[in-house]
């Protein structure tokens, strides 16, 4: 086997003080370059062309397993999960992608399909360049509010790289269903042709002639932050009883990893209701904090029709939310018919490490092995023995490999290459991109860790470094229950499997709002949130 140049997915995520900031990974680089290579050619590894693919090109596509092909399921729409109406070539990835990924288990509950078509209405009724929208326009720019109107919004705001992007998008949208808003995102250049729109006939991109100017600037001392409102006592929540009362035209609710404690009363019940009254809140976080909304009680019934399994929240959300442009899809399916299709598994190693928490390669490469031969995803080599032919019936498992660095990926593949397994089983490696470091502002890099992203969800078996937002996306858009490498194994325990494929909330307050009182562990309040396994002072939902 010829080698093979590829390179790694990573977001960033630093860790500062306790908590440890998030700077998420938003891409990897590039993609291996095409080769048309001679059929008779042994040596030779076809390398992928990075370039736009043509709509007849994909359209041919068949999803391949093995040597035979996947026919396509009856359920497109993930048991009601998308909504119909959709031209299906201007996004075939959002039907397609499903045939190859394993067949997910959970079913979204009728109660959550119902209030998605509801939503879905809402937001043709009140999406951009819509009368409601104009007129809600006016209002914000009056300065003031006194009250909800007939469209009330949540403008998300990106922080960071590109999984804790996805995962931020997925609260702030639950957030918006919840209290029947209307989410928009603002999308940068380096955001551009990335993703699909989720919704028929309207779109969810911010109108770039939005009044409100440099929103990516916003940070906890903006003039109408939540928190500075509250702590300056120009606003308090008691208004939420008030049946007339001047309000702000909008409200900036600060929620990165490094918010303050007055930011963080959002998530109280009282702030809940009061920022109801607000027709514009505009968000920026980097948090998954979806397991904050499940303590709120004023949710909890709605929260347990729309999720009867509540560790599916997220796995249901992001499929009905992401899905790849024909763009991304190219540059997917060009990888994996070259690669990865005629596996008979396909094993998946995202592999993080965080700048301001260096683990040595030496250390990880062992983990990384220690781990995948200890739970039987890779067999053992013989060492003594070189890399003998292997029979025609012989299984193959192709690896692949997302890190910022090749040397993981080179290691591995050499190691495969240059030994007989004892299992008798072929082991190929590859690795799309390697940038070596991360570049989150630049479109470029995010193509390629969006990609990477969805070539991870194909997994059928995942490996993902602890408090990586990078992987947390691919395990819920894969519905898989990754194998985490922890930061600080315990002596014998290289990987620790996840319950569920929920996200972690790295950042949660400590702040019990029934108390009223500061330093509390919110994993004691409820049954169904709980320490996560990779971030010991995260919250994590549990069934």
Known sequence: MGSMKRSTSCRILAAVGGLEAKLERNSTTTFVMSLVIPVLCLLCVPFLVYRRPTLEWLQTIRVTAGIGSVES???????????????????LSR????????????????????????????????????ELYNRSIQQLESDHSTGPMECNYVVWIPHYGLGNRVMSIVSG????????????????????????????????????????????EFEGDATLSYGKLIRDKIINNDMRFATKV??????????????????????????????????????????????????????AEDLQQLFPERTTVFHHLVR?????????????????????????????????????????FETMLNQIINCTLSQHILPAIDPQEPAAAPSNAAKVKAVLVTNLNSGYHDRLRDMYYEHSTTTGEVITVHQPSHEKQQYTDQRSHNVKAWSEITLLSFSDVL?????????????????????????????????????????????????????RKGGADLSAVAPFVRHCEDVEVGLKLFD
């Not at 009728?110 to 951009?128: I, M, Q, S, T």
């Not at 396909?346 to 490490?353: V, Y």
């Not at 930061?487 to 108390?515: I, L, M, N, W």
């Open 73 to 91: 399921p009856e359920d497109k729409s993930l048991g009601g999960l998308l909504p119909p109406g959709f031209d299906e070539s201007s996004c």
């Open 320 to 360: 009905y939310l992401f899905h790849p442009t024909n763009t991304v899809w190219g540059y997917v399916m060009r990888y994996y018919q070259g690669y990865l299709a005629k596996a008979d598994e396909r094993i998946g190693i995202q592999i993080r490490i965080f700048p301001l928490v260096p683990i040595p």
């Open 463 to 515: 490996v993902t470094t602890a408090w990586s937002t990078f992987g947390y996306v691919a395990q819920g858009l894969g519905g898989l229950k990754p194998w985490i490498l922890p930061r600080h194994p315990r002596p014998g325990v290289a990987c620790v499997q996840a319950v569920s494929t929920e996200a972690c909330f790295h950042a949660p307050p400590d702040y019990d709002c029934k108390a």
């Open 95 to 130: 039907y397609q992608a499903a045939l190859y990924r394993k067949a997910s288990p959970h079913k979204p509950s009728p109660f959550l399909v119902e209030k998605l078509r509801r939503y879905e209405a809402l937001h043709r009724k009140c999406g951009p360049n819509t």
């Open 246 to 299: 001047t309000l702000p035209a909008y409200v900036y609710l600060h929620l990165p990893w490094y918010s303050k404690e007055w930011d963080r009363l959002f998530y109280c019940e009282d702030a809940q209701q009061m920022l109801r009254k607000i027709p514009w809140l505009l968000l920026r976080t980097d948090e998954y904090f979806v397991p904050s909304l499940f303590l709120v009680d004023e949710y």
């Open 173 to 216: 949208f639950l957030y918006a269903l919840l209290n029947d808003k209307v989410l928009l995102i603002h999308v940068d250049q380096d955001m551009e042709d990335l993703f699909c729109e989720p919704f028929p006939d309207t779109s969810w991109v911010l109108p770039k002639d939005f009044p409100i100017e440099n929103l990516g």
